[in-house]
T-cell receptor, first 112, second 114 residues
Framework: QQQVKQSPQSLIVQKGGISIINCAYE??????FPWYQQFPGKGPALLIA?????SEKKEGRFTISFNKSAKQFSLHIMDSQPGDSATYFC???????????FGTGTRLQVFP | DAGITQSPRHKVTETGTPVTLRCHQT?????MYWYRQDPGHGLRLIHY???????DKGEVSDGYSVSRSKTEDFLLTLESATSSQTSVYFC?????????????FGEGSWLTVV
């Protein structure tokens, strides 16, 4: 049973466009929602994270939108660049356990 | 890279042989994790450790064991490797920060079981 469902599996965006990746979760005890970025041959790297006490968090071109009632959160990449081409994973964890449950990943390709 | 070193980075082994992957950290962080990454599954937790000789199972622990005799080293052992264990293995550490704990990953170990 996939506790964190991520979509789409792949995404193609033109340079300057907006990339949107969505995740849905089932466990209402989750209280930490990070997004990781992974380049080929590398380990995942933390991009941005949110806790359920806020509905939105922005860091540069990256924004997390969080909807607690719908149990959904999404990553928005504004002004997408070819250098953003990577695989993105959403994740969730509970109560400071640090045991992250990951989505299945989205491969983003940004074309010039 | 949060001071995480994984070894070996690449290994090909035969079915039925034992394999040990090593994760070494340089900053004495207490919490360490082993994940495996497979297409269509994302990253799944195998085992984790909250300190020396303090380990527990994750969601996909069957066929794997771990040991942590020193703070800096967390070993993952496949007692008898199977083809289903062909995967990329990532070690991770939890770093305490004022804004909350952050999980950092190593560069990965590519394991092929033939």
């Amino acid at each position: 049973q996939q506790q964190v469902k991520q979509s789409p599996q792949s995404l193609i965006v033109q340079k300057g466009g907006i990339s949107i990746i969505n995740c849905a979760y089932e466990n209402t005890a989750f209280d930490y929602f990070p997004w990781y970025q992974q380049f080929p041959g590398k380990g995942p790297a933390l991009l941005i994270a949110i806790r359920p006490d806020v509905s939105e968090k922005k860091e540069g071109r990256f924004t997390i939108s969080f909807n607690k009632s719908a149990k959904q959160f999404s990553l928005h990449i504004m002004d997408s660049q070819p250098g953003d081409s990577a695989t993105y994973f959403c994740a969730a964890s509970t109560g400071g356990t640090d045991k992250l449950i990951f989505g299945t990943g989205t491969r983003l390709q940004v074309f010039p | 890279d949060a001071g995480i070193t994984q070894s070996p980075r690449h290994k090909v082994t035969e079915t039925g042989t034992p394999v040990t992957l090593r994760c070494h950290q340089t900053e004495n962080h207490r919490y360490m994790y082993w994940y495996r990454q497979d297409p269509g599954h994302g990253l799944r937790l195998i085992h984790y450790s909250y300190g020396v000789k303090d380990t527990d199972k994750g969601e996909v622990s069957d066929g794997y064991s771990v040991s942590r005799s020193k703070t800096e080293d967390f070993l993952l052992t496949l007692e008898s490797a199977t083809s289903s264990q062909t995967s990329v293995y990532f070690c991770a550490i939890s770093v305490f920060q004022a804004s909350g704990n952050t999980i950092y990953f190593g560069e990965g170990s590519w394991l092929t079981v033939v």
